[in-house]
Structures are given as structure tokens and as C-alpha cells.
């Protein structure tokens, strides 16, 4: 037998081995595909001005958090325009939008002093998921003129 002829066996082999792996995959039916809609909206004050402090944020927290590779539930972000209260929001990528879902909406809005000291800029119960007064929110579709009056500490 030739020595060509002897390396063909073993090519083929690693070769079909690594066919069968690749279609196989390795660790399940890879990523879960999510729903996810575009959401985008106003904050304001009580006295219809906008947020200005250095530190600008609208965030949905998930109601239920992931239970499983199935049920995804991730928080959503965006920074709240200085000059027209606008937001758009994200999840993994900038605009994105946000995973279909119930959430509950809070807001981080603060001013950051020269020593690192914090100053929050909206009353207290509008910047947690328990206390905030805004309710829960079922994001099932796209919503592009969403308004959130919010007040001053």
C-alpha cells in the first residue's frame, strides 16, 4: 500500500468526523430567537420641563426574570434627551427596542458632585421596580409616543 494511499483513509475519516460534528452542533439548537419591538417615548416633570441632570436614564425592568433559555427577560435602557425629554429604547444594541414582555418602569435620574456624591434628581419612589408608581407595562407591539410625567425629589 502507498504511503498516499495509507494518509487517504484517515483524512476521509477526520474529515466525515468533522462534518458530523458541524451539523450536529454542540449544546443545543442554538441561540432563542426573541420578539422585539421598538419603543420610544417623553419624560417629563409635573411643571413640563424635561430632565436635565448629568445623569438621564429610563430603564424596564422585567416583571419575571429568565427562567429558562426559553423565556428570556432582559432590562431595556435608554438616556433620556436633555432638551426634549425623548428616549428611545435598548436592550443589546443601541435602538434596538426591548423584548416583548411585562415591565416595570423606573427612572435614574441624578447629578454626580465633584466628590463622587450623587444627587437624585426625581422622587425616590419612581427609581425602583417595587415602589414606582408608573405600574406595570405589557410591551406586546411597537410604541413610538409613549409619556411619562415624573416628579422632582
Excluded at 454542540?26 to 416633570?45: F, H, L, R
Excluded at 413640563?48 to 428570556?72: C, K
Aim: charged share 25%; aromatic share 8%.
Amino acid at each position: 500500500m502507498s504511503v498516499a494511499r495509507s494518509l487517504r483513509v484517515p483524512i476521509v475519516m477526520f474529515g466525515l468526523f468533522a462534518l458530523l460534528i458541524a451539523v450536529a452542533g454542540c449544546g443545543g439548537a442554538g441561540p432563542v430567537e426573541v420578539e422585539m419591538v421598538s419603543v420610544s417615548g417623553i419624560v417629563t416633570y409635573e411643571d413640563g420641563t424635561f430632565p436635565t441632570a448629568s445623569n438621564r436614564w429610563i430603564s424596564f425592568e422585567p416583571v419575571e426574570r429568565m427562567q429558562s433559555l426559553d423565556n428570556p427577560k432582559k432590562s431595556a435602557r435608554a438616556q433620556i434627551d436633555e432638551k426634549t425629554g425623548q428616549f428611545v429604547m435598548s436592550t443589546v444594541r443601541n435602538g434596538d427596542g426591548v423584548i416583548v414582555g411585562k415591565y416595570k418602569v423606573v427612572f435614574i435620574i441624578y447629578d454626580e458632585r465633584e466628590d463622587g456624591t450623587k444627587v437624585p434628581m426625581v422622587a425616590e419612589e419612581f427609581s425602583k421596580a417595587q415602589t414606582t408608581p408608573i405600574g406595570e407595562i405589557d410591551v406586546t407591539e411597537a410604541a413610538e409616543e409613549l409619556k411619562y410625567t415624573i416628579r422632582k425629589p
